[in-house]
C-alpha cells in the first residue's frame, strides 16, 4: 500500500554502496534530510564527510513519507512549551525553526519550495480554547500570527490561527538539491550501504559488508538511534504511525491547515509533475500495535469523498515519527559523557524544519561554535522527573509488548533490534514492532530501524 505522492518521478542520485574501508572526519548514518544537510554544512566547512545510507536512494524513508510542511507552526506546541520551559527558551525554539528555514531556503532550487501561509483550525469550543490560548502563547512570546475564520476550507470553522510566510516543499526534490550541494563541497555520500554495528571506544562503524568506517565524530540520524542504549534514548521516545493519501485535485491551495481536535487532519495541495494533488491525512496510534491499518486509509478515503468531493485516490502513504517527553528533539551530542557521538530524532511530526535546525546546530558544535538552541534541544537536557515517569511507561509498554507476542503472535517473526514479536500491518504490507517502532518488508527486510538485520520469515503472519 506504501506508495507516497512524493517519490512519483523520484530522480535517484548517482551514487553507489561503499565498497571498501575508509576514514573521514565525520561519519553520518542515515541518508534523510537531517544526514543529507548536515553533511552539506560540514562538507562546507571543509571537513571530511561520509554519509552512509541503507536504502537504494537517499531521502525516500520518513523524508519522502512527510507531508511537505516547512512551517515553525508545529502544531499546538507553544503553549505546551512555555508549561515546562521559559519563555526564552520557547522563544528559542520558534526562533531557531524559522532562522533554519530562512538560512536552508538562501540555497534551495527554486522549484523545490512555495510560500503557504500555515493555518490551526478548530470546528468545536473545545478546539476554539486550543486555539486561543495557543494565540496567547504567541503573543508571550512575540510569535507573529493572526486569529481569522478565513479560509479556504469547504466547511465551516470557529477559529483558525494563521502563521505567514511559512513554506511547503517537495521533500524529495528539496532533498536531493542538496545532496547534490553536499557533493560539491567534497561529502562522499553511500547508499546501499547498511550500518550494523557502532564500535565507540575504537571509533568506527561496521557495515553489513564488513567494511569499516573510523570517524573522529559520528553522527547518528537514522529516525531512531540504531545506537540508543547509550543515554537511554530507547525509554525516551515513543513512536507514532500516521496516514497520508493524495487525489489529483482542479485547485490549489494557498494555505496549509492542521485541525486541533482529535482526531487531527492535516490539509495541503501540491503540484506534482505539472498535475494538481489535494493531500489529506491524520489519525494516529502507538506504532506497531494495530493490524487493521486498511481502516485508516478507509476513513480518509471516504472523509475525502464526502467533505472534498475528491475520490480513487492514487496515493497511500504511513508516516513514522518519535517524540519526546517534552516534545522538543533530541539534538547534539548522545551524552555529556560522549562528546563526539551525535544523534537527532524526536521530531514528532515536525521533521523538516527541525532536520535544518539539527544540521545547524551538530554542525556548529563539531566546529566547536556554541549554537543558541544548543541548550534547549540537548539530548542531555533536565526535567528528569518528567523524563523518567515518560521512561517507566514505555518500558512497561514494552515488557508487555515483548511478553504478550509470544503469547499472542507465537507464530510471527521476532524483530531482530531486541527480540520482540513483530506485527502483521495489512495496510502497508510490512512487519511492524511494537516495541521500538522497527518496520520490515513482507520478506522481512528492514524499511526501518532501530533494527539493522532482517527478519528470520518462517511461517506466515
Not at 527554486?110 to 486550543?130: E, R, V, W
Not at 510566510?165 to 538539491?177: D, E, G, L, S, V
Not at 481536535?261 to 491524520?282: D, H, K, M, Q
Not at 547534539?332 to 511530526?349: S, V
Request: hydrophobic content about 35%; some cysteine; charged content about 20%.
Amino acid at each position: 500500500m506504501q506508495n507516497s505522492l512524493w517519490l512519483k518521478d523520484n530522480e535517484s542520485q548517482q551514487l553507489s554502496e561503499l565498497s571498501t574501508s575508509v576514514d573521514c572526519d565525520v561519519c553520518i548514518v542515515g541518508g534523510g534530510l537531517t544526514g543529507i544537510y548536515s553533511a552539506y554544512l560540514l562538507a562546507k566547512r571543509g571537513l571530511n564527510v561520509v554519509l552512509l545510507e541503507a536504502k537504494p536512494s537517499l531521502a525516500i524513508g520518513t523524508t519522502g513519507h512527510s507531508t511537505g510542511k516547512l512551517t515553525p507552526q508545529h502544531g499546538v506546541i507553544y503553549s505546551k512549551l512555555i508549561k515546562s520551559f521559559s519563555e526564552n527558551e520557547v522563544a528559542t525554539y520558534y526562533d531557531a525553526n524559522k532562522s533554519a528555514i530562512e538560512n536552508a531556503l538562501e540555497y534551495a532550487s527554486k522549484d523545490t519550495f512555495q510560500k503557504a501561509d500555515s493555518y490551526l483550525y478548530a470546528t468545536t469550543n473545545q478546539g476554539l480554547q486550543t486555539i486561543q490560548d495557543e494565540f496567547n502563547a504567541y503573543k508571550k512570546l512575540k510569535i507573529q500570527g493572526m486569529e481569522s475564520t478565513d479560509t479556504e476550507l469547504p466547511f465551516s470553522i470557529i477559529s483558525a490561527l494563521k502563521m505567514e510566510n511559512t513554506y511547503q516543499i517537495h521533500p524529495t526534490k528539496f532533498a536531493n538539491h542538496f545532496v547534490n550541494l553536499a557533493q560539491q563541497a567534497g561529502a562522499s555520500i553511500y547508499v546501499k550501504t547498511r550500518v550494523t554495528k557502532v564500535v565507540l571506544d575504537q571509533k568506527y562503524v561496521l557495515t553489513e559488508k564488513e567494511n569499516i568506517v573510523t570517524f573522529k565524530k559520528l553522527l547518528l540520524c537514522t529516525h531512531y538511534p540504531i545506537e540508543s542504549i547509550r543515554g537511554l534514548v530507547t525509554t525516551k521516545l515513543s513512536i507514532e504511525r500516521s496516514y497520508l493519501l493524495a487525489s489529483k485535485t482542479n485547485e490549489l491551495l494557498k494555505g496549509q491547515y492542521l485541525s486541533v481536535e482529535n482526531p487531527s487532519r492535516t490539509i495541503r495541495t501540491a503540484l506534482v509533475s505539472n498535475t494538481p494533488y489535494f493531500i489529506y491525512g491524520g489519525s494516529s496510534h502507538k506504532a506497531g500495535t494495530k493490524k487493521d491499518t486498511k481502516s485508516y486509509y478507509k476513513t480518509l478515503e471516504e472523509e475525502m469523498n464526502s467533505i472534498f468531493h475528491l475520490s480513487d485516490p492514487p496515493y497511500y502513504w504511513s508516516a513514522q515519527d518519535p517524540d519526546t517527553p517534552d516534545l522538543v528533539p533530541y539534538i547534539g551530542p548522545i551524552t555529556e559523557d560522549e562528546p563526539n557521538i551525535f544523534i537527532a530524532t524526536g521530531y514528532r511530526k515536525w521533521g523538516l524544519s527541525n532536520s535544518l535546525v539539527a544540521g545547524e546546530i551538530i554542525s556548529s558544535l563539531i566546529a566547536q561554535e556554541r549554537h543558541r538552541a544548543a541548550d534547549i534541544y540537548s539530548p542531555s537536557r533536565g526535567q528528569f522527573g518528567k523524563n523518567l515517569l515518560r521512561a517507566l511507561k514505555i518500558i512497561g509498554f514494552v515488557t508487555t509488548n515483548l511478553a504478550g507476542g509470544y503469547l499472542t503472535r507465537m507464530e510471527a517473526p521476532k524483530c531482530t533490534h531486541l527480540g520482540c514479536k513483530t506485527r502483521w500491518n495489512e495496510g502497508d504490507e510490512t512487519w511492524d514492532c511494537p516495541c521500538h517502532g522497527s518496520r520490515f518488508d513482507k520478506n522481512g527486510d528492514v524499511i526501518e530501524g532501530p533494527a539493522v538485520y532482517p527478519l528470520k520469515i518462517d511461517k506466515a503472519k
